[in-house]
């Protein structure tokens, strides 16, 4: 089945940019949502931004003019830019796939594990 | 789209059938999914679109609900469902919203 890994550096710099990868394993990523969502320590879920395989994306307005969400195809891997991070970017982040393919409101069935960020100098 | 819950947080015992609301501040028809999250874990689909069960998710969950009001229902409590349970709407994107979480404790 298929399966999801969020991999990148668990210590970013105040200011700098956050970059994560999601690597999906079992199966292919075309036709399909892919989401990030991160979850700040004790607090609760929120969503950063989704791509479809044909490179439409949506993002958080909160976030938008920071993030940036991209797909490489041919290695099966969907990535995650966030910029001028601070503390309030401290966070497990997760990527996740959507229940249906080319659909984005049916939730969200697959998920990596998380990556735990940290921001600080 | 703000979406909250209610109880924030919740005791019950093993057996009980616990109810648990989601309220959207405005009408997201049925584009409302549930999902279940353990500590150091990703969250779990349960239901999608309302009341539609996951596969895979054990029958005693259940949900109900259209427009704006909507119900996460358990009945007969096991050990494994103390957990967080979060809702989520998906009628207004971008943003996708999540409402803050009903922690489900044990009493």
């Known amino acids: 089945q298929v399966q999801l890994q969020e991999s990148g550096p668990g210590l970013v710099g105040p200011s700098e940019t956050l970059s994560l990868t999601c690597s999906v394993s079992g199966g292919s990523i075309t036709s399909y949502y892919w989401s990030w969502i991160r979850q700040p320590p004790g607090k609760g879920l929120e969503w950063i931004g989704y791509i479809h395989t044909s490179g439409s994306t949506n993002y958080n307005p909160s976030l938008k003019s920071r993030v940036t969400i991209s797909l490489d195809t041919s290695n099966n891997q969907i990535s995650l830019r966030l910029s001028s991070v601070t503390a309030a970017d401290t966070a497990v982040y997760y990527c996740?796939?959507?229940?249906?393919?080319?659909?984005?409101?049916?939730?969200?069935?697959?998920w990596g594990p998380g990556t735990t960020v940290t921001v600080s100098s | 789209i703000q979406m909250t819950q209610s109880p924030s947080s919740l005791s019950a015992s093993v057996g009980d059938r616990v109810t648990i609301t989601c309220r959207a501040s405005?009408?997201?028809?049925?584009?409302l999914n549930w999902y279940q999250q353990k500590p150091g874990k990703a969250p779990k689909l349960l239901i999608y679109?309302?009341?539609s069960l996951q596969s895979g998710v054990p029958s005693r969950f259940s949900g109900s609900g259209s427009g704006a009001d909507f119900n996460l229902i358990i009945s007969g409590l096991q050990p494994e469902d103390f957990a967080t349970y979060y809702c989520?709407?998906?009628?207004?994107?971008?943003?996708?919203?999540f409402g803050q979480g009903t922690r489900l404790e044990i009493k």
């Open positions: 679109l309302a009341s």
């Open positions: 405005e009408t997201i028809n049925n584009f």
């Open positions: 989520q709407q998906t009628y207004n994107s971008p943003p996708i919203t």
């Open positions: 996740a796939r959507d229940l249906v393919p080319n659909y984005y409101y049916y939730g969200l069935d697959v």
